[in-house]
Nanobody, 126 residues
Framework: DVQLQASGGGLVQAGGSLRVSCAVSGVTRDSYIIGWFRQAPGKEREAVSCIRTSDGRIYYGESVKGRFSIASDNAKTTAYLQMDRLKPEDTGVYYC???????????????????WGEGTQVTVSS
């Protein structure tokens, strides 16, 4: 079974940094998409960033470009989201997910993800 485990959330002041990690197990192919999504209270879940494990091709949502960076490890089993210059509006539950079929990180959307992990809370205080 495919399983995802997100970790690394926490509380940070505005302007600070956090890194969240997503450990993926049970995926047998070398190339797939790992994505990060977030959901703020009262809002819909939105795409943050996606990465293709085979070559590191990346997509970023407009609201995080230039502040967040995504990477995966050489084993292609863990994705990291480094979040810098955090803002209060970055607050939310961060979820990771995998897309095993479509192959392009630009298709970083909720409906195309095949498996989801439990979220990790990120809170940015002003």
């Amino acid at each position: 079974d495919v399983q995802l485990q997100a970790s690394g959330g926490g509380l940070v002041q505005a302007g600070g940094s956090l890194r969240v990690s997503c450990a993926v197990s049970g995926v047998t192919r070398d190339s797939y998409i790992i994505g990060w999504f977030r959901q703020a209270p009262g809002k819909e879940r939105e795409a943050v960033s996606c990465i293709r494990t085979s070559d590191g091709r990346i997509y970023y949502g407009e609201s995080v470009k230039g502040r967040f960076s995504i990477a995966s490890d050489n084993a292609k089993t863990t994705a990291y989201l480094q979040m810098d210059r955090l803002k209060p509006e970055d607050t939310g539950v961060y979820y990771c997910a995998v897309d095993l079929n479509r192959g392009l990180p630009e298709f970083c959307d909720l409906v195309g993800m095949d498996y989801w992990g439990e979220g990790t809370q990120v809170t940015v205080s002003s």
